[in-house]
């Protein structure tokens, strides 16, 4: 259940458009504040290999090949 908070929020609209899961959009969101993969595993308690996986299925389901055009990604949910 999204908030109303989270309509505003440009990466959990940008979430929700390309259709990441749940654990997707954590290690998404720790991406867009521009964390790395070792940070996000501590974080969540993965392997890095594992973050690892999830961000290349990000990218894939993004259409994204860089953290660069992933952040792009999101200042676009912004202006839409």
Not at 12 to 36: C, D, I, P, Q
């Amino acid at each position: 259940m999204q908030s109303e908070g989270d309509a505003e929020d440009p990466v959990a609209l940008a979430a929700e458009r390309y259709g990441l899961s749940k654990r997707e959009t954590e290690v998404f969101e720790m991406l867009a504040r521009g964390r790395n993969a070792k940070y996000i595993g501590e974080r969540l308690y993965i392997s890095e290999h594992t973050v690892r996986s999830h961000i290349y299925r990000i990218y894939q389901k993004m259409d994204v090949h860089s953290q660069q055009e992933l952040l792009d990604a999101i200042d676009n949910e912004k202006r839409l």
